[in-house]
């Protein structure tokens, strides 16, 4: 905890300030202080405003909260325990989060991303019960200027978005969004790993292309530096579109044509 003081809100500056800068070798995932957050995955947007949640505790103004990343158990990755030493911050000296008193709007689940703020804007992955690659067409929707020899098809409210982008790019461009290919299912899957490999293709059963909230696109987009690739970095996440950070320029695993529908951003849609 800080004083709720000038001097404790200078305190929590510089326990956040610390955290992020040092973000890679403390395993940290996002902090949440004085009532907006920061996502290590979305540095891009910086610090993010929250809802207000009643109190100075519930709000964070009391104290910096830091998630760590966790391993596939949910349990802190080894450099988490340095958190708390080298922050000098949280109360929790584990570095472990969870029972933090202040996740006061609990949406359930018991996901470590409960306290991210529900701001319509997700990372893809499971949704509706179903397996990855096991799909139910009726599920999905097809883009509907993919041509009929190579359909290409998404989760119904991704298609959707992607329509109402393909309108603002086609009135730059002139032409539709280039779609390589978007939903696939398992058998497609094991035929790319087998030919690319790991690195180049997502281990079969976890590819955003098996969520059906993938696609990849040709058209200029999948060159970095052209205008259509520029624009896709500009204009994309108006419609939820985004390029994940793996596959940013710089990335060892880059590619340029790779994007993903996470959803809405309410704060973007007046
Ligand atoms: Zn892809």
Known sequence: MVPLNIDGKALGDDIAKFVIDNHEALNIKYVIWYQRIYNVERADEGWRKMPDRGGDTQNHKDHPHVSFQTDSKGAPKDAAG???KGGGSDDSDDG???????????????????????????NP?????????EIPTDKLKKIPWTPDSKKEYLRKDATEALIAMN?????EFNTDIAITDAYRDLAEQKVLYKRYGPGRAAVPGKSNHGWALAVDCGGGIN????????????????????????????QKNQEAWHWEYYGKNKETEA
């Open 125 to 133: 992955g499971a949704w509706g019960g179903h397996k990855n690659g």
């Open 223 to 250: 060159k970095f530096g052209s205008p259509q690739h520029k624009w896709m970095q500009k204009n994309a996440k108006k419609f939820g579109w985004e390029h994940p950070p793996w596959a940013r320029e710089g």
């Open 82 to 84: 340095k958190g708390g």
């Open 96 to 122: 472990n989060a969870d029972n933090v008193n202040c996740e006061a709007d609990g949406t359930g689940g018991g996901s470590g991303d409960d306290d991210i703020p529900d701001d319509g804007r997700k």
């Open 167 to 171: 309108k603002a790019y086609k009135k």
